[in-house]
């Protein structure tokens, strides 16, 4: 079966650092993936996607590459803003037949940024 | 545009209560639909899927049952309620047409007391 692994947290990081969040994935096929973020009290957003190989996704300041080689999706930012704790989960999509899509995501990351 | 809702946000009920929760989506038809449960301090798990009214997949052995007697409404639902049914539960929907997007209600806790 299809399967997400990320960095487990928490991490902790001090405003204006450099963030790396680590995603690796097995799939079958040629899965879509995605970065969702959920902030304290409130559901999910997408927060970024790539659909093919080598594509970038970005929103928002951050960023993550389909690296199919890999089979990687590492969610990067410049410089973090406290705005930014929340937890990040990678996912991938991928077609399960029937007309159907699965949504695989991973355990989730809790971010924390200090001033 | 698409929009998602699902309701209550918020509901504390006793164990052994019944349970319906309730997700509605508007501007899309016939999407594919889903139920996620997101237990404290744990990730993401997928409860239910449906690719139709009345087509309805059950991904984990459980106290829940789902039901889509609408094409846009997803129901979750329980006869009887039991404390570890407590968590933070998330109605989605992906477009049949691509599907390689899927958009999240703003989400239900649960809390069972």
């Known amino acids: 079966g299809n399967s997400v692994t990320q960095m487990e947290g928490p991490v902790t990081l001090s405003e204006e650092a450099f963030l790396t969040i680590n995603c690796t994935y097995t799939?079958?096929?040629?899965?879509?993936l995605f970065w969702y973020v959920q902030y304290p009290g409130e559901g999910l957003q997408l927060l970024l996607k790539a659909t093919k190989a080598d594509d970038k996704g970005s929103n928002k300041g951050f960023e993550a590459t389909y690296r199919k080689e890999t089979t990687s999706f590492h969610l990067e930012k410049g410089s973090v803003q406290v705005s930014d704790s929340a937890v990040y989960f990678c996912a991938l999509i991928a077609y399960s037949g029937a007309g159907s899509y699965q949504l695989t995501f991973g355990k989730g990351t809790k971010l924390s940024v200090i001033p | 545009s698409q929009t998602i809702h699902q309701w209550p946000a918020t509901l504390v009920q006793p164990v052994g209560s019944p349970l319906s929760l309730e997700c509605t989506v508007e501007?899309?038809?016939?999407?594919?639909l889903y139920w996620y449960r997101q237990a404290a301090g744990r990730g993401l798990q997928l409860l239910f899927y449906s690719v139709g009214i009345g087509q309805i997949s059950s991904e984990v052995p459980q106290n829940l049952s789902a039901s889509r007697p609408q094409d846009r409404q997803f129901i979750l639902s329980s006869k009887k309620l039991l404390l570890s049914d407590s968590g933070f539960y998330l109605c989605?929907?992906?477009?049949?047409?691509?599907?390689?997007?899927?958009?999240f209600g703003e989400g239900s806790w649960l809390t069972v007391v």
């Open positions: 799939a079958t096929g040629y899965p879509s």
């Open positions: 501007g899309t038809s016939n999407p594919n």
């Open positions: 989605a929907w992906s477009p049949i047409s691509s599907g390689n997007t899927i958009y």
